[in-house]
């Protein structure tokens, strides 16, 4: 029988370690995928530490129904190895990535198309085992979406840091016809970003980041102005360039970067928040109104919204943003690098 090789989370707080065990073998609409590459994103950080900071000593608590040893990575594209006796469509080496938001079918949200928000998800890599791994059992075919001619390192990163951007920007649209978008945080989600806001919108985004090297590459992708929020000016420099802005993203999810954002925010304004890095965020309820501001959450992106950004990656000529190939092996050292601080782009374990 094959083996299953995978960088798996053994202890909450802890390194990866390497484990073995034997691969699936699928079953009726099961498709076995050996996997090629798998993007690191940060909501690894979470899943390993086994918790989101809510502000103050406050956690929210995630290592429940998950058992250990458990695989995480949900950025995933590779091969079709084998399959189950209803997944017909399942051909055989094909080269397909994954959607990973997969849910429990039968809830009003996975009903309505939004399987990335079901109550009882089977998400890959958050809830079920995922692709820091030879291979990784994907439950129907539908969730395999040919992603040719792109390169195999940027369709997998697209399943989530691609997705997630996409679709947070699509509830723009309407305010970035008035005005150049804000994207806030530049890590891989806001680099994806700052790709698909070029293409999708007529003007050339803002950004912001508190990391000087983060900036100069967002400018050197096209960013029309780079500003740093720690820089107690800042806000005052994003005012004048823009008049005050009416369509924002903020990819870090934390108190500052929120203050900073509202900040900035025109009349009408609007935020999206997409960033989990997490504590908490208070705004005078007044302003709500007196801005007229609207503040919203999004999580992930729709299997209709994966297949739409494909296309428009495809129909675009959309380049990669920066990224590193690592061996599967250097798992651990991909999410060090990422916790420190230390990566431009998008890391992407290659099996």
Partial sequence: MTQLHRQSLVAYG???CETVANCPTPRDSEVLVRVQCCGVCHSDLHLQDGYFALGGDKRLDITKDRALPFTLGHEIAGLIEAAGDDAASAVIGRRVAIYPWIGCGVCPACCSGEENLCAAPRHLGIAVDGGFASHVLVP?????????????????????????????????????????????????VGMMGLAL???????APFVADIDAEKRQAALAAGAAQAFDPSDPQA?????????????????????????????VLARGGKVVVTGLLGGNF???????????MTIEGTLTGTLAEARELLDLVRAKNIAPIPTRDRPLEEAQAALDDLRAGRIVGRTVLSV
Avoid: W
């Fill in 14 to 16: 802890q390194p990866l």
């Fill in 197 to 203: 806001a070029r293409a999708m919108f007529r003007q």
């Fill in 282 to 292: 208070s705004i005078a309820a007044a302003l709500i109104a007196i801005k007229a």
């Fill in 140 to 188: 129907h075919p539908r969730y395999l979406l040919d992603y040719a001619p792109l390169p195999t390192n940027f369709a997998a990163p697209l399943m989530c840091s691609g997705l997630t951007a996409y679709a947070a920007l699509k509830r723009l649209i309407s305010r970035a016809d008035r005005g150049a978008v804000l994207l806030v945080g530049l890590g891989g």
């Fill in 235 to 263: 806000r005052k420099a994003v005012m004048a360039a823009t008049g005050g802005v009416l369509a924002a993203c903020d990819f870090v999810g934390s108190e500052k970067s929120l203050q900073f954002t509202t900040g």
